[in-house]
């Protein structure tokens, strides 16, 4: 699923908060949890619709799941 999206070198990744930022920064395709802090949100392609802790990989798996 993620090779459809993120191939070769790319990759993705969920954060939320600011030692999080380098990476969010440098990946391709970021993701923060709803409950993340704005200047983090503000950062990220994709704010999911669920807070930190309450399934936020597998809306990640979802939103993939949309976007192919």
Same mark, same amino acid.
């Given at each position: #699923?993620?090779? &459809? /999206?993120? %191939?070769?070198?790319?990759? $993705?990744? $969920?954060? %939320?908060?600011? &030692?999080?930022? @380098? *990476? /969010?920064?440098?990946? %391709? @395709?970021? =993701? *923060? +949890?709803?409950? *993340? +802090?704005?200047?983090?949100?503000? #950062?990220? &392609? /994709?704010? #999911? +619709?669920?807070? *930190?802790?309450?399934?936020?990989? #597998?809306?990640?798996?979802?939103? =993939?799941?949309? @976007? $192919?």
């Amino acid at each position: #699923l993620v090779k &459809n /999206i993120c %191939d070769g070198d790319k990759y $993705i990744y $969920i954060g %939320d908060d600011r &030692n999080d930022h @380098l *990476a /969010i920064k440098n990946s %391709d @395709l970021s =993701f *923060a +949890p709803m409950s *993340a +802090p704005g200047y983090t949100k503000d #950062l990220v &392609n /994709i704010v #999911l +619709p669920v807070n *930190a802790g309450e399934g936020v990989v #597998l809306e990640v798996a979802r939103t =993939f799941q949309r @976007l $192919i």
